[in-house]
């Protein structure tokens, strides 16, 4: 299952992506967990997750290069400027061995919600934490962290930091590894507004030769990105009574809209929802609206492993061998 790692970038040619001059499409796995295993001493996780996507066929991996929780041993920061290297050199291991089966991933580089800290602990670290009873809700502080001028050059410092760091494993500096398809600014940023958009691309391109993302939810188009994303829940948006047109609606309107090349970055129905039947027709349908839209990668939530802990988002998680195995290697086979 091992190979050579990828040795050229993926690059756009603003409507489509290419792989050595030819468009390249895909089929992803969100493993946002990859780094958190390595830093908490479950690096077999990580690899078998790892193994899994290149089992099933997918090209991508989608998966956080961040870690801002002060109680975990795998947090990539102490603090604003203050990086914490057990938990970068699990990143590093990650993209390694991401590289080794040639994936190639797509890193987040903060969160928008609280899990792994997210902007509550970066305004926590700012001096202005938020209340408890907020604390879930991050729209009601996010707009306090995207117009903190502190808070801007945390992320210019983290950011620059992380592309200029060069992987102990590897070798490569972050910026240049072709391991890296993508970065995006933030996990789903609800409620960036254009000019922080603009300056977080500005930070990321400024040090990389790979694509920007924003990360979000609703393909925002802007011409400071690459690319954009669609994230898509049906029944978290009060449409499971018609989740299959929901979601063929969400990526045909959005693949009409943008101009930029399209990534529905996740998607997803409950295991403990709908009928099966009936999630596997809605999946089957998914990809082939994004097949006939255009779109360039699509991928749902969330790979799982047989290790994986049942209390960790086992509502959503498929696998090797599970309820959408054979729908996720024929939709490789018509993306390839």
Known sequence: MLVSPPVEL????????LRDGRPFRFVLAN???????????????????????????????RAWAFNDDPQKTSRMQNGLGDAHEPGMRALDEVVAEAGRRNLRLILPLLNYWPAYGGLAQWLAWRGTPVADADRDHPERYAASFY????????????VEGLLDRRNTVT???????????????????????????????????????????LGDEDARDSPDLDLTSLHFYPEKQSAADDAERFGNAAIQSAAHRVTHPLIVGEFGLRNDGLPLATRQSAYRAWFASAVDAGVTGIGPWLLGYAARPPAWDEEYTFSVGGDYDALLRAAVEDFS
Do not use: K
């Open 10 to 17: 993926i690059v756009s040619d603003g409507a489509q992506l």
């Open 31 to 61: 493993a946002y967990y990859l780094a958190d295993e390595v830093g908490q001493g479950a690096r077999a996780h990580a690899i078998e997750a790892l193994d899994a996507a290149a089992t099933l066929g997918l090209a991508v991996v």
């Open 147 to 158: 117009r903190d001028t502190q808070l801007r050059d945390a992320y210019r410092h983290r």
């Open 171 to 213: 070798g490569a500096r972050y910026g240049d590894d072709p391991t890296v398809l993508a970065w995006e600014l933030m996990n789903e940023p609800r409620g960036a507004p254009d000019d922080w958009i603009a300056f977080a691309a500005a930070v990321v391109r400024g040090r990389c030769r790979q694509l920007v993302a």
